[in-house]
Every structure is written in C-alpha cells, then in structure tokens.
C-alpha cells in the first residue's frame, strides 16, 4: 500500500492507493488492475473501492498496457520534483475516479485529492465528488513513491 501522509503529525491526514493485485483483469488490448482508496483525516476514513450493490460501468481501475498509468505517475511525480521550475503535478487515470495533484509549497508540498465515484456507481462520469487536502513535505511524496515502485515490482509492473 503506498501512503502519502501530511506533514501534520497531530491531525494526521493520508492518501492510500492500494493496488489489489490480485485481480489484474487481462483483456486483449488492455490489461487492468483494481485499486481502492483510503483518505484519512482527523480521525476520520473514506474508502473508495468497487461494491457487489454497485451499477455503474466503470471500476476502480489503472491501466497497465497499452499506457502504464502507474509508471505514469510515477515518473510524473519524480519529474515533478527533480524539476524546480514546475509549479504542480496533476494525475488522472483513463478511467477517472480520481485526480492526484502536487503543487509547490513555501515549506513542501500541497497535496490535493479529489475523488470521483460516478462511473463506478452510475451509468455515467461526474464531476462530483469528495476531496481532501494538506500539506506535506518532500520526505513524505519521495517514500510514497518507494512504497508505490515496491508494489509495482512486486506485480512486475
């Protein structure tokens, strides 16, 4: 599970992507893997993550081929902060339930989340949606990003 975590340690917020690498869903042209999300803030947890009661078409899914939208964001994000000049960050999957986005800070990190359920529980995409946000700092976006090239390695991603 890769875990970003704020730079707050006394209300403690994160994201968690957690790749359920056991249901990669191989089709002819594309092969998947499900994920869920965990945001946690003050005490208090979301978790984003497909249900039997739900309708819509879509799942919570990144590509793995033809475009490797782990790999994706990962180099994204290492670019992002090897380059100074950037401001921000922004990740959307092919199958949009949710936007990760690293924007510079005086002292680290913001970090913004929002999650979008639509075409997981809906015949359709929305913009609606939850979101959370903090702060963070460079230690913190860099061991996220161990956490999440180990379980890329541990698929063979």
């Known amino acids: 599970m890769a875990q970003l975590l704020s730079e707050d ?67 994204g994000i290492k670019g992002f902060l090897e380059n100074k000049n950037a401001n921000m960050f922004s990740f959307e999957a092919i199958e949009p339930s949710f936007e990760f986005i690293l924007e510079r800070s005086h002292k680290g990190y913001s970090f913004i989340c929002w999650l979008d359920a639509g075409n997981v529980i809906s015949d359709h995409y929305s913009w609606d949606g939850l979101g959370v946000r903090f702060f963070t700092t460079g230690e913190k976006v860099n061991n996220f990003l161990n956490e999440l090239n180990k379980e890329c390695l541990d698929v063979k991603i």
């Open 9 to 75: 340690e006394q209300i403690v917020s994160s994201f968690n992507l957690i790749l359920l690498k056991d249901k990669i869903q191989n089709k002819v042209s594309i092969s998947w893997i499900q994920y869920k999300l965990k945001l946690k803030s003050a005490g208090k947890e979301l978790v984003y993550e497909k249900k039997e009661t739900d309708t819509g078409a879509g799942d919570y899914v990144l590509a793995l081929k033809p475009v490797n939208e782990i790999k994706n964001l990962v180099e």
